[in-house]
């Protein structure tokens, strides 16, 4: 997909929110917005930081190619444990001070208590493996991808931001309050799942019902999902650290018409193949309905700092809803942002070119937004395909989009704060994310639940997740750390 420059000021957010979801899309990228900025970061730092202990550290950890394959049996449990090992080795004082537990062999639960023991939690996720490298894509990277180089202003590799980056600095800044003498009253939860990018069912699925049988309910979880975008144009050339408040839901449907079948010499008037056809088109004509008001939080914390002829649009979607929806239907990563999306992705019919198939399929996958469900989904291609097409779930993974964490609490106050303190030039923005993380399995059991990573981007470095030439500026580091510290220092 390409980037967008020329657009009307009244498309603006339609810009916007795509910049935001880049992170999921490769955007054409720009030289000129690649460059580091270090503007501030000094002043954001906390006192005796060692931002280059994070970049070795951080190196060292994309030395140990966790891989996460589809196929389980591929992934080598070694590679997990040797980050075990290696967080073992260089967090002492972490593993002196805290409960360390091993959760299905692979997974981390490590606990700081607290002095209040009735304060609940305060939970820091991440994850450990890391998606593979693309075959054919090698050559794209500048540098090898599990070797962990720092050349150019910055550190790079597979996992530098998904999802190492934030690991190594949640154990740095843990060590390093514990050297500072830090005592928390809130409980400290640290969970560091091992199969994230496969689903997290084996990892951060277990530790959840760990936390359920033990009767924890953390009262604010942070984990992946958000970052800081170095501008959001064209509505405003400041800044925005998204803060993921929700995410969306998952459900395959598998369409199946059937029919006499028999031979292709006396064809009936309507085929399994054309039955099939028309119930697909009728799914992409038909959408689900689009909610544009979920974008209100964004917008309103967007608004004081937009051109003021745009305040109005954004600040009465009550009015503005249905150019907005318009808007943004144009482009298909700002209309994933504002409905649940139907994707057809696999169709099958027909085995020999002179034979009438039986039966012919289509999966649908759909990523749904938050206020629709599951159920609604079925009940919207039931009605759209019509009673001859039989419709059924499809695959294992069935996921309800997640409650949206609220942007009043105490703990998004708590958060906010902290965010600011280490990002000060940056608008804290909340905003839905279209994919799921290992955080879900812990939405229902805790209090808000948000997605934050400390690390500053334009829209084609965050669009290098699960793709080629992953990095982290180095101009990051010490203000990665931190914000954990701040975090900690502010919610405990
Ligand atoms: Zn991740």
């Not at 929110?17 to 460059?35: I, K, P, Q, Y």
């Not at 703990?411 to 303190?421: F, G, K």
Request: glycine residues 8%; contains cysteine; proline residues 6%.
């Amino acid at each position: 997909m390409k980037r967008t420059t020329k657009v009307a000021i009244g498309a603006a957010w339609t810009v916007a929110f795509a910049a935001a979801v880049a992170a999921t899309r490769r955007l054409s990228e720009s030289g000129a917005t690649d460059v580091p900025l270090s503007a501030r970061a000094d002043a954001a730092e906390e006192g005796g930081i060692d931002g280059d202990a994070f970049l070795t550290h951080l190196a060292e950890a994309i030395r140990l190619p966790t891989v996460a394959f589809e196929e389980r049996e591929r992934n080598d449990p070694q590679e997990i444990l040797a980050v075990h090992e290696y967080l073992r080795s260089t967090y002492p004082l972490v593993h002196e001070r805290c409960t360390v537990e091993t959760i299905n062999d692979l997974s981390l639960l490590i606990t700081w208590g607290g002095t209040d023991r009735d304060a609940d939690p305060l939970l820091l996720m991440a994850h450990m493996d890391v998606v593979p490298i693309e075959p054919g894509t090698e050559d794209g990277w500048d540098f090898e991808p599990f070797a962990g180089t720092v050349a150019n202003g910055f550190l790079w590799g597979r996992g530098t931001i998904d999802d190492k980056g934030p690991l190594i600095a949640i154990m740095e800044a843990t060590e390093h309050l514990m050297r500072a003498g830090f005592e928390p009253e809130r409980t400290v939860i640290i969970s560091f799942g091992h199969d994230e990018e496969i689903g997290g069912a084996q990892g951060a699925g277990l530790v959840a019902d760990t936390l359920i049988e033990r009767d924890i309910r953390p009262w604010l979880v942070i984990d992946e999902g958000g970052g800081v975008m170095d501008e959001f144009p064209p509505l405003t050339d400041r800044s925005v650290a998204l803060v993921k408040t929700a995410e969306k839901g998952f459900i395959d449907v598998k369409l199946t018409a059937t029919g006499e079948g028999g031979h292709s010499s006396v064809p009936p008037s309507e085929s399994t193949i054309g039955a099939l056809a028309v119930a697909i088109q009728q799914l992409e004509t038909h959408q689900m309905p689009a909610r544009v008001r979920i974008l209100e939080p964004m917008f309103a914390a967007l608004a004081p700092h937009v051109d003021p002829k745009m305040r109005p649009i954004l600040t009465n979607l009550k009015f503005t809803g249905p150019i907005v929806e318009r808007m943004n239907a144009g482009s298909p990563i700002a209309n994933a942002g504002i409905r649940t999306t139907t994707a057809v992705t696999i169709v099958s019919g027909g085995v020999k070119s002179n034979v009438l198939p039986q039966e012919a399929f289509a999966i649908v996958n759909f990523r749904i937004l938050p206020g629709d469900t599951i159920q609604d989904v079925l009940d919207h291609v039931r009605k759209v395909v019509g009673p001859d097409i039989t419709i059924e779930p499809h695959g294992e993974m069935r996921v309800e989009p997640s409650l949206v964490s609220s942007t009043e609490s105490d703990a998004w106050n708590v958060l906010a704060t902290s965010i600011e303190e280490s990002f000060p030039e940056a608008i804290v923005t909340p905003w839905t994310l279209t994919a799921a993380t290992d955080s879900r399995y812990f939405a229902a059991f805790s209090g808000d639940v948000y997605g934050f990573a400390p690390f500053t981007g334009s829209d084609g470095e965050f669009a290098r997740i699960h793709g080629t030439g992953e990095r982290v500026r180095t101009s990051d580091a010490g203000r990665a750390v931190s914000f954990f510290c701040r975090l900690m220092r502010n919610a405990c």
